[in-house]
């Protein structure tokens, strides 16, 4: 329940609220935008502007320039080493490509990635380079020749599972011998 009104003079009454005040200016509402707007100063503001000498901006300039330099000149020198060992990559390299949707898949790959590690000495193998597919088990080549491709596949994914991984391991290392 709500206190109830106090009574107070006639007098008191008839006089107006807003004359008896003074408006004065710390009662004036004041934003950060409408100070900015007036141009006023920063000073009594919490955030305090850092002003850095022009010397500081050519430093970091420089710097800046030297490291997009050194990094032209790194990717240069790979290309050219790598231009060599590209052909040698690409046949060393297999890239195993399955769906996140069930964990059956990533048991699989794991198998055949492990397998494939131990088997063959130098090779590179690869998990989901990119986004996969829905319901999918390929494993390639980099160079892009299937091993394995079994696309759109419905649950239970027999198909996947009647592979026998074993099987599947040495006839991928024969093939890239």
């Given at each position: 329940m709500a206190p109830r009104k106090t009574k107070t003079d006639g007098e008191e009454k008839s006089k107006p609220v807003t004359a008896s005040l003074r408006v004065t200016r710390s009662m004036v509402r004041r934003t950060r935008s409408s100070t900015q707007r007036n141009g006023a100063n920063s000073t009594g503001s919490a955030t305090k502007l850092v002003n850095t000498s022009s010397s500081a901006k050519k430093a970091k300039r420089k710097t800046r320039k030297e490291a997009g330099k050194r990094k032209e000149e790194d990717t240069k020198e790979n290309a050219t080493e790598e231009g060599v060992a590209s052909e040698d990559s690409k046949k060393n390299t297999i890239v195993i490509e399955h769906c996140k949707q069930c964990n059956s898949f990533k048991t699989r790959a794991i198998q055949v990635k492990e397998g494939l590690e131990e088997g063959v000495p130098g090779i590179t193998v690869i998990v989901n380079p990119d986004k996969p597919r829905r319901g999918c088990f390929e494993i390639r080549e980099e160079g892009g020749?299937?091993?394995?491709?079994?696309?759109?596949?419905?649950?239970?994914?027999?198909?996947?599972?009647?592979?026998?991984?074993?099987?599947?391991?040495?006839d991928i290392i024969e093939k890239i011998k």
């Open positions: 020749q299937k091993i394995i491709s079994l696309l759109d596949m419905k649950r239970p994914f027999a198909e996947m599972k009647a592979l026998d991984m074993k099987e599947v391991i040495a």
